[in-house]
C-alpha cells in the first residue's frame, strides 16, 4: 500500500465504503429508506437525528444514500460484468480467428458505437420498461432489469473492441506462435496465454465503464425512465431537483456521492491502466 499515492488510497477507502453500503447496509440501525418521519420534513444537514437531513417527502437522506448505492452499485456491476463477459468472448474470438468473422464482429461493433449511448438506453428503456396499460405502474424489479439489459448491451461494443484490440497486440507474441507451433490446441491458447494478458486492459476499463453507467442510470432517472420514487442516486436526484429552492441539500448530497464515486473508479482505472502499460514495457 505504500507504493499507492494519496489520491489512490482515498480513492480505493471511498469505494470500500461503498462497497460496505452496497453489501452491508442492510445492517445498519436505519429504518427504510422510504419511512417518512412525518415531523422532520426538510431538514439540514447534520441535524438532529438525520445527519444529512431530510428531504420534503420526510424521508432520512443517509438511509436514502445507503439503500442508493446498494441499487446504483448492483446495476452497474451487473451491467459492467455482463458486458465485459459478452463483449471479451466476442472481441477475443474475432481477433483470434481473424477472417470474415473479425470483418463482420468489427461492423457490429461499428454499428453499436455509431449508436449514442444515453439515445440507445433510452429507448430501450423507454420500450421495455412500460405497460401497455398507463395506469399500472412497472415494477421496480423490471425497470432494474430492463436497465441492466440495456446498458450491457451498450457496453459489449465498447468492451469488445477493447478485448479485441489487445487480443490482436499479444496473438503475434512468441509464446503463443511457439504455443501455437508445439501443437496446443486454440482454445488452449486463449486461456492459457490469451485471456491473461488481455484481461488486465478489461479491468481497467471495467473501472471508467462503473462511473460511465452510474452515470447513465442517473440520466436515465432524471429523464424519469430510470429507477423510480428515489430508489437510487439517480432515482434522489430526480427527486431532489423539485427541493432545490427550499432544500438545496436534498440534491447536492446524492450528487456529492455520486461525483465522489465517479472519480474514484475513474481514478483506479487510470491507476490500473499506468500498471498495465509498465508491465506490457517489461514484456
Do not use: C
Amino acid at each position: 500500500m505504500r507504493s499507492y499515492s494519496k489520491p489512490t488510497l482515498l480513492a480505493i477507502g471511498w469505494l470500500g465504503l461503498m462497497l460496505f453500503f452496497a453489501l452491508f447496509g442492510w445492517i445498519l440501525p436505519f429504518k427504510e429508506w422510504n419511512y417518512v418521519f412525518e415531523d422532520d420534513l426538510e431538514m439540514g444537514l447534520f441535524s438532529s437525528g438525520h445527519i444529512l437531513g431530510t428531504d420534503s417527502n420526510g424521508y432520512d437522506l443517509l438511509a436514502s444514500i445507503v439503500a442508493g448505492t446498494r441499487m446504483s452499485i448492483f446495476i452497474a456491476v451487473a451491467a459492467v460484468g455482463l458486458g465485459g463477459l459478452i463483449g471479451s468472448v466476442l472481441g477475443i474470438f474475432s481477433a483470434y480467428v481473424r477472417g470474415k468473422v473479425d470483418t463482420v464482429m468489427v461492423t457490429l461493433f461499428n454499428v453499436g458505437l455509431s449508436v449514442p449511448n444515453l439515445v440507445l438506453a433510452l429507448a430501450l428503456v423507454s420500450v421495455l420498461a412500460t405497460n401497455v396499460d398507463i395506469n399500472q405502474a412497472v415494477p421496480t424489479w423490471r425497470r432494474v432489469m430492463v436497465l441492466i439489459i440495456s446498458l450491457t448491451i451498450i457496453l459489449i461494443p465498447i468492451l469488445g473492441r477493447i478485448a479485441r484490440g489487445a487480443t490482436m497486440s499479444w496473438a503475434g507474441r512468441e509464446f503463443v506462435t511457439a504455443a501455437r507451433s508445439m501443437g496446443m490446441k486454440d482454445i488452449k491458447i486463449i486461456t492459457k496465454h490469451i485471456v491473461p494478458n488481455v484481461l488486465p486492459a478489461l479491468i481497467a476499463v471495467a473501472f471508467l465503464a462503473v462511473g460511465v453507467v452510474i452515470i447513465a442510470e442517473a440520466s436515465l432517472s432524471i429523464l424519469g425512465v430510470g429507477i423510480p420514487d428515489g430508489a437510487s442516486w439517480g432515482g434522489m436526484i430526480a427527486r431532489g431537483r423539485n427541493d432545490l429552492e427550499y432544500a438545496p441539500h436534498t440534491l447536492y448530497v446524492p450528487l456529492f456521492f455520486l461525483a465522489l464515486t465517479v472519480i474514484s473508479t475513474n481514478h483506479l482505472g487510470d491507476v490500473v491502466r499506468s500498471k498495465l502499460d509498465s508491465r506490457e514495457a517489461k514484456v
